[in-house]
């Protein structure tokens, strides 16, 4: 079956960089993009990027340019790792960061359980 | 960037009544060459990621229950749960994927 698991919660400093992972199964493992969306505590959905895992081709929210880094390692046919780097943090990254498996332009069928990242001094 | 609104931002029911929440684009969702509008709808239980519940606007996902649907084309759109059940309570985004991808701010659903 289709499952993305995230890697652990992670505290980090002000300014400091952070790397979440999302390992993807179950499925070809080229055939769909891994998209990434944060939620702040009490807050909405934000998209922040997506990442095609068949050629690692990436497009990123425009509030996250510059900032932002997303790869990809294809372990085997059906299983790949995806990776969300942050950089610059500021507390307003606080958030819980969720990967979810989608296409270019199409709805999110399967979603990791999410990663708090707490940006704290 | 394409907008969403949503409304209303809370909705407090009773058990059996039907929920209607609306979600506005600020640019059209229907590509016309297939005739389909880039929608698509999530329920966000506490301390759970977002689950799909319907897509293409109106197509109901695998094993949600047919008293969720969805509605609308072009800007305007629905989601309607015609009998509200306790495990409905949730947080209920839109989404678009037309251009980007944009979430609605989200609605609150909460049993009176």
């Known amino acids: 079956q289709v499952q993305l698991v995230q890697s652990g919660a992670e505290v980090k400093k002000p300014g400091a960089s952070v790397k979440v992972s999302c390992k993807a199964s179950?499925?070809?493992?080229?055939?769909?993009?891994i998209h990434w969306v944060r939620q702040a505590p009490g807050q909405g959905l934000e998209w922040m990027g997506m990442?095609?895992?068949?050629?690692?081709?990436?497009?990123?929210?425009q509030s996250f340019q510059g900032r932002v880094t997303m790869t990809r390692d294809t372990s085997t046919s059906t299983t790949v790792s995806v990776y969300l780097e942050l950089s610059s943090l500021t507390s307003e990254d606080t958030a819980v960061y969720y990967c979810?498996?989608?296409?270019?332009?199409?709805?999110?069928?399967?979603w990791g359980q999410g990663t708090l990242v707490t940006v704290s001094s | 960037d394409i907008v969403l609104t949503q409304s209303p931002d809370s909705l407090a029911l009773s058990l059996g009544e039907r929920a209607t929440i609306n979600c506005k684009s600020s640019q059209s969702l229907l590509y016309s060459s297939n005739d389909r509008n880039y929608l698509a709808w999530y329920q966000q239980k506490a301390g759970q990621p977002p689950k799909l519940l319907i897509y293409w606007a109106s197509t109901r996902y695998s094993g949600v229950p047919d008293r969720f649907s969805g509605s609308g084309s072009g800007t305007e759109f629905t989601l309607t749960i015609s009998s509200l059940q306790a495990e409905d309570v949730a947080v209920y985004y839109c989404?678009?994927?037309?251009?980007?991808?944009?979430f609605g701010q989200g609605t609150r659903l909460e049993i009176k």
């Open positions: 989404q678009q994927y037309y251009s980007s991808i944009t």
């Open positions: 979810a498996r989608g296409g270019d332009r199409s709805s999110f069928h399967y």
């Open positions: 990442v095609n895992p068949s050629d690692s081709s990436t497009s990123y929210s």
């Open positions: 179950g499925y070809t493992s080229t055939s769909y993009y």
